[in-house]
């Protein structure tokens, strides 16, 4: 960026599981950089989509959803999400505008410990605004001003863009004078391999959902650009059972084969290349602990 005067800042999205997190990221930087799917906690992995408008850059932390922690990966998960308000010129909280439960109490619980008044720009979205009656909206946010933990409360849909506009433009307006962090044409810091096994995953989630369990995870196994442009790849589907096996591989290949379809075109969509990509499947014990 060649201005002398710029601004710049990072931003911590965070809220419960299925509250619009990732699709709400996704809409913000214009592309899609973290899955989507209707499975709770779905994001595993902190994600940064960097958006580079103007004369302001934003780092935005797409972070796991915030939720009463049993196992270890549930625990580390969660403790990811907090550790990203630490740094943070601003803190994004999205809820479900459907939803008023001890799912958003405990996200709000945990930012008042922290206390977090005069201190951090605490924001909310209200998401999802298309699919509830209008006259419940404002009771809702009233009620959640009245926490004193929010200085603004934006109502959006994240999946339609409704309102999303107005939230970006007061966020950018938030930012400090300061360099950018990142190159202009920079929208991630995760590694290409990280990205294109996450675009695998998000399709293991929408095709088998309840027949899949959670644990579940897509490995990068090796990522090469050919010298024609494309892109070839593979990945291992790690699965904590024998039996989910043939849950993924599906009757003579059927499954697998439209899982890799699918995830083969996403990938291309974000890298802009011709894609080929090769998936195996492998039992892993451990990863529930």
Request: proline share 4%; glycine share 6%.
């Amino acid at each position: 960026m060649t201005k002398s005067k710029t601004k710049a800042g990072f931003v911590s999205i965070i809220g419960a599981p299925n509250a619009g997190k990732s699709t709400l990221l996704n809409r913000l930087i214009g592309q899609k950089l973290s899955i989507v799917s209707p499975k709770a906690q779905t994001t595993r992995i902190r994600t940064l989509g960097i958006l580079s408008e103007g004369d302001t850059q934003i780092a935005f932390a797409d972070t796991p959803g915030i939720f009463s922690p049993k196992s270890k990966t549930d625990k580390s998960m969660v403790n990811a999400a907090w550790a990203s308000v630490a740094d943070t010129e601003l803190i994004l909280v999205i809820a479900d505008a459907r939803r008023d439960d001890e799912k958003v109490s405990l996200v709000i619980e945990g930012l008042q410990k922290l206390k977090l008044a005069g201190k951090k720009n605490v924001i909310l979205a209200l998401n999802k605004v298309d699919d509830v009656q209008k006259d419940r909206l404002l009771p809702l946010a009233k009620t959640l001003n009245e926490t004193g933990l929010f200085s603004e409360i934006f109502m959006i849909s994240a999946l339609t863009g409704e309102g999303v506009k107005e939230l970006k433009d007061y966020i950018i307006g938030q930012m400090p004078l300061g360099p950018w962090f990142y190159d202009e044409d920079q929208i991630t810091d995760l590694p290409s391999a990280i990205l294109a096994a996450e675009i695998t995953r998000e399709q293991l989630f929408f095709q088998l959902q309840d027949e899949l369990p959670y644990y579940a995870a897509v490995i990068p196994d090796s990522f090469a650009q050919q010298k024609d442009g494309s892109l070839l790849i593979h990945q291992s589907i790690i699965v904590t059972r024998e039996s989910h096996k043939p849950i993924v591989i599906g009757s003579g290949g059927a499954r697998i084969k439209s899982i890799g379809q699918k995830a083969r075109q996403e990938i291309s969509k974000v890298f802009d290349c011709k894609v080929h990509l090769f998936l195996n499947v492998k039992f892993r014990i451990g990863m529930e602990n």
